[in-house]
C-alpha cells in the first residue's frame, strides 16, 4: 500500500471497516456437500449433468453472497472445489418426535443478493425485475428416507417506488411517475412463474393511510398484466387484528385453503420416486417484508406441515400440530428466529411481534419490545443506514474501488447547516431549560427568556425536520435515486 495517498489509505480503512461489518452480521452459510441455494424440488428436477457440476457451477446466482469474490474463480474449473458458494440468511434444524416417531425439521430462508440493501435505502424493484428483500423460505420434514418440501417467497411491492428517510417516524412512500412500471412488473412475475410456478400474491399493506396508494396500485397492476397464473389478495393486517384480534388471522387462512391445497407440497419418497410436486407458491409482502409477513408465512407453513405430517404418518388422523407441546414450542420458536434473522439484515432489529409466532398470543410485554425494537429501527434507519447500505454494495461489487481516482465518493461535503442548526437548537434547549431551572427578579421576565429559547429550538427542529434528507445518513458509493 506504499503508492497510496493518504486520503486512499483512510478510505481504505473505511472500506475495510465496510467489509468487516456486512462478514459480522449472522446468517451466512456454506456446505461443502450439499446445494444449499437450492429447494428440494428444484434438485431433484435436475439432469444428470447438472449433478456432475461443481457447486459453484450449479449453485442458483441469486443465493450466492460471494460470487463476486469468486468471479476470477469461475473462469478456472480445476479450483471449482476450493470455491464454495455462500448462502445468507437462516437456517435451523431439529430433530423432533410426535408419537414416538422421530422426523428431522428444516427452515431455510434464502435472501437474494440481488437488490440487496437496507430497509429504506432499497424498495421495489429494479429494472430487470428484481425485488428488495427478496426472500425464498423452504420448510424441510426428512422421515424414514422421505422428504416433504413447502416453499414460500417474500419480496418488496414489485413496481417502482422509495421511501427515502427523512427523519419522519415513518416516511411517505413515494411511488415513481417517470417510468414504465409494467416493464419490470412483467419481468418479475415472468422469472417468479419459471422458478416457482402459479403465484399467489398475499398482500398485508394497510388499505388506508399512507400505505394505500401501494396497495391500489399493486391491485390495479395485476389486474393489467391479466396473467391467469397470477392471483392476489389483500388483507390489511393491522386493521383486522386491531386491538389484540389476532384470531382473525383465521379469515384470511380459510381465503387462501383452496389455493394452499391446489398448490399442495413437494413429496419424493424413500425409494427417490416423486410423489407429488408444488405446482406455486404464496409470495407474501408487507412494507419492509418482514414482521407482518413472517406471522403469516408461519401459519401457511404449518397447514402445509400438518398434511405432510399426516401423508408422511406421523400424526393419527384427527390429531392436530397445536396439540403437539414440545414440537409446537419448537416450531413457533424456529419461525420467530427466523423473523428476527431477517429482520436483523434488513431492518438492523430484531423483528415485531414474534411474541404472537412464539406463543400463539399478543402480550404487553410484546407491545413493550417492538416499542424499543421500533426506537432502534428509527435511529438506524436515519443514522446508520447509509454505511450498511455502502458496505453492502461494496461487498456484492456494485461499487468497485479504482486506485486511479483521487477521491472516492466517500468524501461529500457537508452543507454548513449540517452543522450550525443541530448546536444552534441544542444551544436554544439548553438555555430554555436553564431559565427554567433559574428564574428571573420576576416571572415575566422568566417567562419571557423562557418563550424566546423555546421559541428559537422548536423553530431550529422545524427547519431541521423540513430538510430531513440532509441530516440522515445516506449512501455514498451507488446513487440509489440512479438505480430506482
Not at 467489509?19 to 435436475?46: C, E, M, P, W
Not at 442458483?60 to 455462500?86: C, Y
Not at 389455493?259 to 407458491?281: A, H, M, N, P, R
Request: net charge neutral; hydrophobic share 40%.
Amino acid at each position: 500500500m506504499l503508492h497510496l495517498t493518504d486520503i486512499q489509505l483512510q478510505d481504505n480503512k473505511v472500506f475495510l471497516s465496510m467489509l468487516n461489518h456486512v462478514l459480522s452480521v449472522d446468517g451466512f452459510y456454506f456446505s461443502t456437500t450439499y446445494d444449499l441455494t437450492h429447494t428440494l424440488q428444484r434438485l431433484a428436477n435436475t439432469s444428470p449433468e447438472f449433478q456432475e457440476m461443481s457447486l459453484l457451477e450449479r449453485a442458483d446466482p441469486r443465493f450466492v453472497w460471494n460470487g463476486h469474490l469468486l468471479r476470477e474463480f469461475i473462469a478456472q474449473p480445476e479450483i471449482h472445489r476450493f470455491a464454495t458458494p455462500v448462502m445468507h440468511g437462516f437456517i435451523t434444524m431439529h430433530s423432533c418426535s410426535i408419537n414416538g416417531k422421530c422426523f428431522d425439521w428444516l427452515l431455510i430462508s434464502r435472501r437474494s443478493c440481488f437488490r440487496a440493501g437496507v430497509r429504506y435505502y432499497v424498495r421495489g424493484i429494479d429494472s430487470e425485475g428484481h425485488a428488495a428483500n427478496f426472500v425464498e423460505t423452504e420448510q424441510i420434514v426428512h422421515y424414514k428416507g422421505s422428504k416433504a418440501s413447502f416453499v414460500q417467497t417474500r419480496g418488496s411491492i414489485p413496481f417502482f417506488w422509495s421511501q427515502r428517510p427523512n427523519l419522519k417516524y415513518k416516511p411517505k412512500p413515494q411511488i415513481s411517475k417517470s417510468v414504465n412500471h409494467m416493464d419490470g412488473f412483467q419481468r418479475h412475475f415472468d422469472s417468479q412463474i419459471i422458478s416457482y410456478g402459479k403465484q399467489m400474491i398475499v398482500n398485508l399493506v394497510n388499505q388506508k393511510g399512507s400505505e394505500k396508494p401501494l396497495e391500489q396500485t399493486f391491485s390495479k397492476m395485476v389486474n393489467s398484466m391479466a396473467n391467469g397464473m397470477v392471483r392476489y389478495v389483500a388483507f390489511d393486517f393491522h386493521k383486522e387484528c386491531s386491538r389484540m384480534r389476532w384470531d382473525r388471522l383465521q379469515i384470511l387462512m380459510d381465503q387462501l385453503a383452496d389455493q394452499q391445497d391446489e398448490f399442495s407440497y413437494f413429496l419424493v419418497d424413500s425409494e427417490g420416486k416423486t410423489v407429488t410436486q408444488q405446482e406455486g407458491t404464496f409470495r407474501s409482502n408487507c412494507m419492509d417484508c418482514l414482521d407482518r409477513t413472517n406471522v403469516i408465512q408461519s401459519l401457511l407453513a404449518r397447514r402445509s406441515l400438518q398434511a405432510q405430517l399426516q401423508r408422511l404418518g406421523v400424526l393419527h388422523v384427527g390429531q392436530r400440530i397445536e396439540e403437539q407441546a414440545d414440537f409446537e414450542k419448537i416450531y413457533k420458536n424456529a419461525w420467530a428466529d427466523n423473523a428476527n434473522a431477517c429482520a436483523k439484515q434488513y431492518a438492523g432489529t430484531g423483528a415485531l411481534k414474534t411474541d404472537y409466532t412464539r406463543t400463539g398470543k399478543r402480550t404487553q410485554w410484546g407491545l413493550i419490545m417492538d416499542g424499543w425494537n421500533s426506537l432502534i429501527r428509527y435511529y438506524k434507519n436515519n443514522f446508520s443506514d447509509g454505511f450498511r447500505q455502502d458496505a453492502i454494495d461494496l461487498f456484492l461489487g456494485n461499487y468497485s474501488v479504482d486506485e486511479v481516482e483521487p477521491a472516492s465518493p466517500l468524501h461529500v461535503k457537508k452543507d454548513w447547516k449540517f452543522l450550525a442548526l443541530p448546536i444552534i437548537m441544542v444551544v436554544a434547549f439548553s438555555m430554555c431549560i436553564i431559565c427554567l431551572l433559574m428564574a428571573g427578579d420576576t416571572w415575566t421576565e422568566t417567562l419571557a427568556y423562557v418563550l424566546f429559547w423555546g421559541s428559537a429550538s422548536f423553530g431550529t427542529f422545524a427547519i431541521i425536520l423540513y430538510n430531513g434528507k440532509d441530516f440522515v445518513d445516506a449512501p455514498k458509493l451507488v446513487q440509489k435515486e440512479k438505480m430506482d
